[in-house]
């Protein structure tokens, strides 16, 4: 998996309604703002790996794109419905949500000052399926059958199946447009330079650090509280935690150790060392995930055993120093149609008696011997140090010979594919707030889990009636069905919810309004008093 799949969000709405059948631009101000405040720095350990948007699937190269290109539509600051970006309207124009136009603003300019038209529109989305790149967001199409343009503002996407979740799939880093002079159509763009239409130019971008300057041609929603932004990469957790006690960044996001976000919260003000922890909620979860082909893993009573003797708030804990809650479900807390199957199925406290019984009806006896795989580099640094604290949760229970092993995470990608795990960990963390991204990239055709699971009920039934559907308040019903099934079959078990962090030197604000559920993290909402 991707950004998806690796480690970050405000508590997310009750969900979408008929707004996005039709998504108009009223009362939007296009002024923007000057960006006349005071520069920035921020630190985090997550490298940009693209900057190509049909390259990127990671958190910090989205970071790049969310900030650097415009999309038809963005989510707005504390908001998952999609509001017009680039695009004045948007609207599906049949009733099964299979035909999506949108329709330009006026004066739209990319950085460079070539015009912004449906050409280079309709060029973006060919392109990123064209090149398809396997660490790119081409998979997030696959319901895209054609992108047509009538003339220079209008551009209707033509789907293969309905999908009423296709406004927060071009609302998201995936439908980044670029400009069709400046992008080859067939391979990526490899000289570490872009241009967009975005709040943000690209100004420098290295190993070490990334700059972005105000862009003076932007024309859309966003106010800019401050005149650039430069971002330093840090190769150590203990490296981005100095730097911003120390005052040589503004900000430190993504990387500080769960133990060093715990300690400063709860520190005092002169311990803090003029440092504020700013959280937000997330829609990022972890999973425990088994191969149903696996001798051992694949056995229902094994699954269930696992289940019943899980105690997710010792893991919370004890791992994770509370920077993340229990979760009891497939789809997270604060998600449309989010319940709690797990909790309802096997409790939150251990269940030795019970999870005994499912052994002995899979025919165990004995301990039953289960390797656990988790991988060091991926998914957050409290991985591997779970995976043990859940090895011991199930032998200490005396049912289970469980042991650890880990490999980087080439090697357990291959591992995961092959089928050589019978159990292992999966992180994600959402492309757009909607239950359908915790649902069929898990449990539809050429999942991400690669467990060889399969529920006809799921992929059959619930998944294509719930995609069709624009007013997502109504799928309630239908996902909690599918959690409920996940549950009573336990081909994952969801370990824990995340939340989102960052820590600032004081004076800095805005912040509360980067870390929400649409993972897009706005540069521009950030701002540092003057230093007059």
């Not at 059958?145 to 209707?156: A, G, H």
């Not at 133990?259 to 979860?285: C, F, P, R, Y």
């Amino acid at each position: 998996m991707r950004k998806r799949d690796q480690w970050l969000a405000a508590p997310i709405g009750a969900g979408l309604t008929t707004a996005l059948l039709a998504l108009a631009g009223c009362g939007t101000d296009d002024s923007g703002a000057a960006g006349t405040g005071e520069p920035l720095v921020m630190g985090m350990t997550d490298k940009v790996v693209a900057t190509d948007p049909a390259a990127g699937y990671d958190p910090g190269s989205w970071l790049l794109f969310n900030n650097v290109f415009q999309s038809l539509l963005s989510f707005p600051k504390g908001g998952t419905t999609p509001e017009p970006e680039a695009a004045k309207s948007c609207e599906f124009t049949d009733t099964g949500s299979t035909v999506y136009r949108c329709t330009l603003k006026d004066g739209l300019t990319f950085s460079n000052g070539d015009a912004l038209t449906s050409k280079d529109v309709k060029y973006s989305f060919d392109r990123t399926r064209k090149i398809k790149d396997k660490n790119g967001p081409a998979v997030m199409f696959a319901a895209l059958d054609k992108v047509e343009t009538p003339d220079s503002k209008t551009v209707v996407f033509r789907l293969k199946t309905p999908d009423a979740t296709f406004p927060m799939k071009i609302a998201s880093g995936a439908g980044s447009i670029v400009d069709h002079a400046e992008y080859p159509a067939d391979r990526l763009r490899n000289d570490g330079k872009a241009v967009g239409s975005g709040v943000y130019t690209l100004r420098e971008y290295g190993e070490k650090q990334a700059a972005f300057a105000v862009n003076p041609s932007y024309k859309g929603p966003a106010k800019v509280k401050n005149s650039g932004m430069t971002l330093k990469f840090f190769d150590a957790r203990d490296k981005l935690k100095k730097a911003v006690q120390s005052g040589s960044i503004d900000v430190a996001y993504r990387g500080l150790a769960m133990k060093d976000i715990a300690s400063l919260e709860n520190a005092s003000l002169d311990e803090q060392h003029g440092t504020q922890v700013i959280e937000g909620g997330s829609a990022e979860v972890m999973h425990l995930v088994f191969n149903m082909k696996d001798p051992v893993a694949g056995k229902l009573g094994v699954r269930k055993a696992v289940a019943y003797l899980l105690d997710r708030s010792t893991l919370v804990r004890d791992v994770y120093k509370h920077t993340a809650e229990p979760l009891y479900s497939i789809v997270p807390a604060g998600i449309t149609g989010h319940n709690t199957a797990f909790f309802n199925t096997y409790g939150d406290r251990p269940k030795p008696d019970k999870a005994a019984a499912a052994l002995r009806g899979a025919g165990y006896s004995g301990k039953v011997p289960l390797t656990l795989w988790a991988t060091p580099d991926r998914f957050g640094p409290g991985t591997v140090p779970a995976v043990r604290e859940i090895a011991q949760q199930l032998n200490a229970s005396g049912l289970f010979n469980a042991k650890v092993r880990s490999a980087p995470t080439k090697e357990y990608d291959q591992g995961v594919a092959a089928g050589d795990y019978g159990v292992y960990v999966k992180g994600w963390v959402p492309d757009y707030p909607d239950p359908d991204n915790f649902t069929q990239p898990f449990f539809g055709k050429d999942n991400v889990l690669a467990n060889h699971y399969n529920s006809p009920r799921i992929t059959s039934g619930l998944l294509p009636k719930t995609a069709g559907q624009p007013d997502r308040g109504a799928t309630k019903t239908a996902f909690r069905e599918m959690q409920d099934i996940v549950a009573q079959d336990a081909p994952v078990i969801p370990l824990w919810q995340g939340k989102q962090y960052a820590v600032a030197r004081e004076g800095i604000s805005g912040l509360e309004w980067t870390l929400d559920s649409s993972t897009v993290f706005r540069f521009w909402e950030i701002s540092k008093p003057s230093e007059d």
